[in-house]
T-cell receptor, first 114, second 114 residues
Framework: GNSVTQMEGPVTLSEEAFLTINCTYT??????LFWYVQYPGEGLQLLLK?????DKGSNKGFEATYRKETTSFHLEKGSVQVSDSAVYFC?????????????FGEGTQLTVNP | KAGVTQTPRYLIKTRGQQVTLSCSPI?????VSWYQQTPGQGLQFLFE???????NKGNFPGRFSGRQFSNSRSEMNVSTLELGDSALYLC?????????????FGSGTRLTVV
């Protein structure tokens, strides 16, 4: 079946540091890939997405490239801010094999210190 | 425009009781999905409704059920509550499904079973 694996957290960085959160996936079809962010006490917000190989999703300074050859969708940001502190979830949707459901990774807690 | 609205935000129930959670999707969204989030199991898919029909179902016991009304509003019901049902229940809506548009999530209903 489909699965998503994220790098273990928590991740603690200083403000303006470079961020990478690794995400790899297993899927039998051609999935769409997503990054969601969850702030304390809130639901999930879609951060960015990519629907086919080599697509790059970007939003608010975050980027991720859909790499089919390495089955990866790593999240990056060049300079993090304290306000980026949250939990980040990588997810996939494979319409052919699992319909409309999203399969999520475990989540990575990011803390950015001033 | 208004986002996904879930009510109530917090709920405390006793073991053996039943509970109904409500979700109002974004106007024009016909797909509504439900997810359970717990520290131990992460985010797990419950079911998805599209145009009043259940289109997809996760691996949860029959105590978990849902429905969707003609205005796309959705409810989920959990009968014979168990302590392990304590979780954040998230509703998400989309125009058709997550593959091209992603899902917009509500803030969730925090259910505590005592």
């Amino acid at each position: 079946g489909n699965s998503v694996t994220q790098m273990e957290g928590p991740v603690t960085l200083s403000e303006e540091a470079f961020l990478t959160i690794n995400c790899t996936y297993t899927a039998t079809g051609y999935p769409s890939l997503f990054w969601y962010v969850q702030y304390p006490g809130e639901g999930l917000q879609l951060l960015l997405k990519a629907t086919k190989a080599d697509d790059k999703g970007s939003n608010k300074g975050f980027e991720a490239t859909y790499r089919k050859e390495t089955t990866s969708f790593h999240l990056e940001k060049g300079s993090v801010q304290v306000s980026d502190s949250a939990v980040y979830f990588c997810a996939l949707s494979d319409q052919e094999t699992s319909g409309s459901r999203l399969t999520f990774g475990e989540g990575t807690q990011l803390t950015v210190n001033p | 425009k208004a986002g996904v609205t879930q009510t109530p935000r917090y709920l405390i129930k006793t073991r053996g009781q039943q509970v109904t959670l409500s979700c109002s999707p974004i106007s024009g969204h016909r797909s509504v999905s439900w997810y359970q989030q717990t520290p131990g199991q992460g985010l797990q898919f419950l079911f998805e409704y599209f145009s009043e029909t259940q289109r997809n179902k996760g691996n949860f016991p029959g105590r978990f059920s849902g429905r969707q009304f003609s205005n796309s509003r959705s409810e989920m019901n959990v009968s014979t509550l168990e302590l392990g049902d304590s979780a954040l229940y998230l509703c998400a809506s989309s125009v058709q499904g997550p593959s091209n548009y992603g899902y917009t999530f509500g803030s969730g209903t925090r259910l505590t079973v005592v």
